[in-house]
């Protein structure tokens, strides 16, 4: 079984430039997690979403980020315009089906974004 | 808010000792807690934890819930340099929404 795949694994980018990352999750997975990671700190949730609709983006930097999930598969996430505080690395995770208590989620490799 | 606290932050061991990670959780509508470990790249899945005082066991790790006490254990047996790493908490609550916590850095020296 193919895992969830994400793209660039690294990127490095001035302040106030745009970037995006791109997530292809688990097929069939019907929940997909977007985390940010500051080194020394665990997963901070983004925005979730169950196929493609919002279920949780209390904690998206709206003003700057940006997720979208067309079609219910892949995922996008976008930061514009980028600060440094925004380095970190960015988790794409996705799960079979939300409300079931018996599935957990898998992670993608990650997205080291560098700000400078 | 919903909030899930880890401790210690970090220890170091010797190869053969056994450690024992906790994870407490103040979590509105729980539905599991879960287990992770990160190496320098994707977290992977240890175990799911549903109903308290069940111990989950594989190889050289278990975990248990308390419920009533809103905390959990994870315990690793005879360690090895292998086991280095950070062990991820994190609880799902209704929805499917996961919180993690702040990790535990173990590291073990030959």
């Known amino acids: 079984e193919a895992g969830v795949a994400q793209s660039p694994r690294y990127k490095i980018i001035e302040k106030r430039q745009s970037v995006a990352f791109w997530c292809n999750p688990i097929?069939?997975?019907?929940?997909l997690y977007w985390y940010q990671q500051i080194l020394g700190q665990g997963p901070k949730l983004l925005i979730q979403?169950?196929?493609?609709?919002?279920?949780?983006d209390s904690q998206l930097p709206k003003d700057r980020f940006s997720a979208e999930r067309l079609k219910g598969v892949d995922s996008t996430l976008k930061i514009q315009p980028a600060k440094l505080e925004d380095s970190a690395v960015y988790l794409c995770?996705?799960?079979?089906?939300?409300?079931?208590?018996?599935?957990?989620?898998?992670f993608g490799q990650g997205t080291r974004l560098t700000v400078v | 808010e919903d909030k899930v606290v880890q401790s210690p932050l970090s220890l170091v061991v010797h190869e053969g000792d056994t450690v024992t990670l906790n994870c407490s959780y103040e979590?509105?509508?729980?539905?599991?807690l879960l287990w992770y470990k990160q190496e320098k790249k994707a977290p992977t899945f240890l175990f799911m934890l549903?109903?308290?005082?069940i111990e989950k066991k594989s190889g050289r790790l278990s975990s248990i819930l308390d419920k009533k006490e809103l905390f959990s254990i994870l315990n690793i047996t005879a360690t090895q340099t292998g086991d280095s790493a950070v062990y991820l908490c994190?609880?799902?609550?209704?929805?499917?929404?996961?919180?993690f916590g702040q990790g535990t850095e173990l590291s073990v020296k030959p």
């Open positions: 097929s069939g997975h019907a929940t």
């Open positions: 549903t109903s308290s005082g």
């Open positions: 979590v509105t509508n729980f539905r599991s």
């Open positions: 979403f169950q196929n493609n609709g919002v279920v949780d």
């Open positions: 995770a996705s799960s079979l089906f939300r409300g079931r208590s018996d599935t957990e989620a898998f």
């Open positions: 994190a609880v799902e609550s209704q929805g499917g929404k996961l919180i």
